[in-house]
């Protein structure tokens, strides 16, 4: 191969990885960073380029947003391109959400690839059963009652306490506990409960 062809092939490569399309560096892989309520269901730290908390603010005329995770704060920028799950758009992503941001470097500012705010459960109210219920069912305990208990918080959080008669069942393990867990008889009836609205 003559020399003018291997210039054009080492010119069009460093064109193609200066543009940004290629990586060229382990420097583009950013360390990851999830606040501890967040680690109890999910594995972020395994991932690359993820941050994980709570939003503690979004500036639309800055096009930022303040993410919290423990007792440090993430500032990302975002633009046009950003990508948004479960919020309309990134300014208008409510405070205190819990919120995944996929991030990169650019010009030695963190910018949000993809944020994903976390999403809540909807349970319709037919389904939702009171407080005052549930403690007359407990009174009659499962046998009587006709009942499982099930506390849908990660496994550490059912150890510290938990409600009498209640069985461990993380949300996140759904698929993997439900055979051993959930009752065979279906007119049993199934009362999640869980820490609260996040």
């Not at 007792?71 to 992503?93: H, M, R, S």
């Not at 949000?112 to 349970?123: C, F, M, P, R, T």
């Not at 996140?172 to 609260?196: S, T």
Request: charged share 30%; aromatic share 8%.
């Amino acid at each position: 191969m003559d020399k003018r062809k291997i210039s054009v092939i080492v010119l069009i490569t460093a064109a193609v990885c200066w543009s940004g399309v290629l990586p060229i560096s382990a420097e583009d892989q950013l360390p990851s960073k999830a606040a501890q309520s967040c680690l109890k269901c999910h594995e972020f730290t395994k991932l690359q380029n993820v941050l994980a908390g709570i939003v503690a603010d979004v500036s639309k005329k800055a096009n930022t947003i303040q993410l919290k995770i423990d007792k440090d704060v993430e500032v990302l920028y975002f633009d046009d391109k950003t990508g948004v799950k479960n919020a309309p758009n990134a300014p208008d992503i409510p405070k205190e959400s819990s919120a995944k941001i996929v991030y990169y470097k650019k010009d030695g500012r963190n910018f949000a690839k993809e944020i994903e705010v976390k999403k809540g459960l909807e349970v319709p109210k037919e389904q939702l059963a009171s407080v005052e219920e549930v403690a007359a069912l407990l009174a009659l305990g499962p046998e009587k009652g006709k009942y499982v208990l099930l506390d849908s918080r990660p496994k550490d959080l059912y150890d510290e306490g938990h409600i009498p008669t209640a069985k461990p069942f993380p949300f996140f393990a759904f698929d993997k506990m439900k055979d051993e867990v959930l009752p065979k008889d279906k007119e049993i009836l199934q009362i999640y409960y869980c820490a609260g609205y996040t």
